[in-house]
């Protein structure tokens, strides 16, 4: 079946670094992709989105690039703080079913340790 | 605060047990689902309603039972788990758009621990 992964469980960085988190998706009809970080204790949140219309999109501090031709799709966050540090899930939605409310299939996620 | 509350934070409970886990929505939003996340284990989708109606079950166990009374309110039924069934227990919102581009919101989940 389909399946979303990311290509390192963890990712270590330095206070100030810029961090590059990575995602492979399988399933080319995905049409919609979201990144959420989420903090020990806490669900998920909702960080940035992309269509599959787009390549790129950028929040503050935080740039999604999604390269469809090799179903890849990564999260860039600038000048990184400690409060970045979480596990940080990538998310497909296989499009409108009947019931439109649209599924999300989760990556297993990314810790990312920012180092003081 | 993503305006999705759950209740309780935390729960302990023998396998004999029936308990149950409460999602409460304030966004106004239509669908509302129940994920499970284990450790190093991706969230898997439970259950989805939309409009109160059940429109998703994946394959899941009848030892759990969910009801969504309304669309602010979403209730999971627990009754003889097992060991594995320990995890944290996610409750998320999200609008119906009809082109399926919905953002799901959330809540702090609730971490069981079956005995």
């Known amino acids: 079946g389909e399946s979303v992964g990311l290509h390192l469980p963890t990712l270590s960085v330095q206070e100030g670094d810029n961090s590059i988190i990575n995602c492979a998706y399988s399933?080319?009809?995905?049409?919609?992709f979201i990144w959420y970080k989420q903090e020990s204790g806490k669900g998920p949140q909702f960080i940035i989105d992309?269509?599959?219309?787009?390549d790129k999109r950028q929040g503050q501090r935080v740039t999604v690039l999604l390269n469809k031709t090799v179903k890849h799709l990564s999260l860039q966050i600038a000048a990184t703080q400690p409060g970045d540090s979480a596990v940080y899930f990538c998310?497909?939605?296989?499009?409108?079913?009947?019931?439109?409310?649209?599924?999300?299939?989760f990556g297993q996620g990314t810790t990312l340790q920012v180092k003081p | 605060e993503t305006g999705v509350t759950q209740t309780p934070r935390h729960l302990v409970m023998g396998m004999t047990n029936k308990k149950s886990l409460k999602c409460e929505q304030h966004?106004?939003?239509?669908?509302m689902y129940w994920y499970k996340q284990s450790a190093k284990k991706p969230l898997e989708l439970m259950f989805v309603?939309?409009?109160?109606?059940?429109?998703e079950n994946n394959s899941v166990p009848s030892r759990f039972s969910p009801e969504c009374p309304n669309s602010s309110h979403l209730f999971l039924h627990l009754h003889t788990l097992q060991p594995e069934d320990s995890a944290l227990y996610l409750c998320?919102?999200?609008?119906?758009?009809?082109?399926?581009?919905?953002?799901?919101?959330f809540g702090p989940g609730t971490r069981l621990t079956v005995l």
């Open positions: 998320a919102s999200s609008p119906i758009t009809g082109a399926g581009y919905n953002e799901q919101f």
């Open positions: 966004l106004g939003h239509n669908a």
């Open positions: 998310a497909e939605n296989t499009g409108a079913d009947s019931s439109n409310t649209g599924k999300l299939i």
């Open positions: 309603y939309s409009l109160e109606e059940r429109v």
């Open positions: 992309i269509r599959s219309n787009m």
């Open positions: 399933n080319s009809a995905s049409d919609y």
